[in-house]
C-alpha cells in the first residue's frame, strides 16, 4: 500500500513568488493535515481539510491557503513568500481524524 | 489551549540499553489521544506508539512501551535493547477526539533527539 506523498522534494523560490505544494494521501483516507517545520519553532499546525472543505487552520497570514481535490489530494499554496516560510512542510493523512500518517515532507527554501 | 512539554532536548543511550523520553502535557479534556513519532534524518514522521486517555492500559509496541499517567498528565516512551536505528528525533504529541475547532490537529512537544552509540 502506497504510503502519503508529497511533491515535489525540494523547492527553492525567491521571495515575492508563489508557491505550491502536492500532497497524495493514502489509499482511503479523507483527511490532509499540513503541517510546518521550521528550524527551531517545532511542528506547527497549518491547515486540515477533509472531505474537499477547510476544517480547521493553524495562527498562519492568510498568503497560506490550500484546497482538497475530489480524489482528497490537496495542495498547498504560499503567496508572497517570505524569507521565513522557509521550512519542512510535512503533509499527512488520516481516515476519521485516526492516527495521521505522515508523507517525505517538501523542503523549501526562500532566497 | 492544549500544550504538550518534552523537557529533554537530547538525550543518548547505549546500544542494548533501555531509556526513557519525558513527555507532559496539559488539557482540559478527559478524552483524547497521545501519541510517540519518530523523525529520523530521512525527514518522514513515523507513529511509535498511540495511547487512548480512556484505557489505563498502558499501550505497547514491541520493543516500545508509554507510561500514562493520566493525573499527572504524564506520557514518557521507554525503548528497550536500543538499536542503531533507534536514533532519531522523537516528537510527543497530543490530539482531542471529538468536536471543537481544535479537533483533528495534533498539537507536538519540541522534540528530543536520541543519540545511540554502539
Known amino acids: 500500500e502506497a504510503g502519503v506523498t508529497q511533491s515535489p522534494t525540494h523547492l527553492i523560490k525567491t521571495r515575492g513568488q508563489q508557491a505550491t505544494l502536492r500532497c497524495s494521501p493514502i489509499?482511503?483516507?479523507?483527511?490532509v493535515y499540513w503541517y510546518q517545520q521550521a528550524l527551531g519553532l517545532g511542528l506547527q499546525f497549518l491547515l486540515w481539510y477533509d472531505e474537499g472543505e477547510e476544517r480547521n487552520r493553524g495562527n498562519f497570514p492568510p498568503r497560506f491557503s490550500g484546497r482538497q481535490f475530489p480524489n482528497y489530494s490537496s495542495e498547498l499554496n504560499v503567496n508572497a513568500l517570505e524569507l521565513e516560510d522557509s521550512a519542512l512542510y510535512l503533509c499527512a493523512s488520516s481516515l476519521m481524524a485516526f492516527e495521521a500518517f505522515f508523507g517525505q515532507g517538501t523542503r523549501l527554501t526562500v532566497v | 489551549a492544549q500544550t504538550v512539554t518534552q523537557s529533554q532536548p537530547e538525550m543518548s543511550v547505549q546500544e542494548a540499553e533501555t531509556v526513557t523520553l519525558s513527555c507532559t502535557y496539559d488539557t482540559s479534556e478527559s478524552d483524547y489521544y497521545l501519541f510517540w513519532y519518530k523523525q529520523p534524518p530521512s525527514r518522514q514522521m513515523i507513529l511509535v506508539i498511540r495511547?487512548?486517555?480512556?484505557?489505563?492500559q498502558n499501550a505497547t509496541e514491541n520493543r516500545f512501551s508509554v507510561n500514562f499517567q493520566k493525573a499527572a498528565k504524564s506520557f514518557s516512551l521507554k525503548i528497550s535493547d536500543s538499536q542503531l536505528g533507534d536514533a532519531a528525533m522523537y516528537f510527543c504529541?497530543?490530539?482531542?477526539?471529538?468536536?471543537?475547532?481544535?479537533?483533528?490537529?495534533?498539537?507536538f512537544g519540541q522534540g528530543t533527539i536520541l543519540t545511540v552509540h554502539p
Open positions: 495511547q487512548e486517555a480512556y484505557k489505563q
Open positions: 504529541a497530543y490530539r482531542r477526539t471529538a468536536g471543537g475547532t481544535s479537533y483533528g490537529k495534533l498539537t
Open positions: 489509499s482511503g483516507h479523507t483527511s
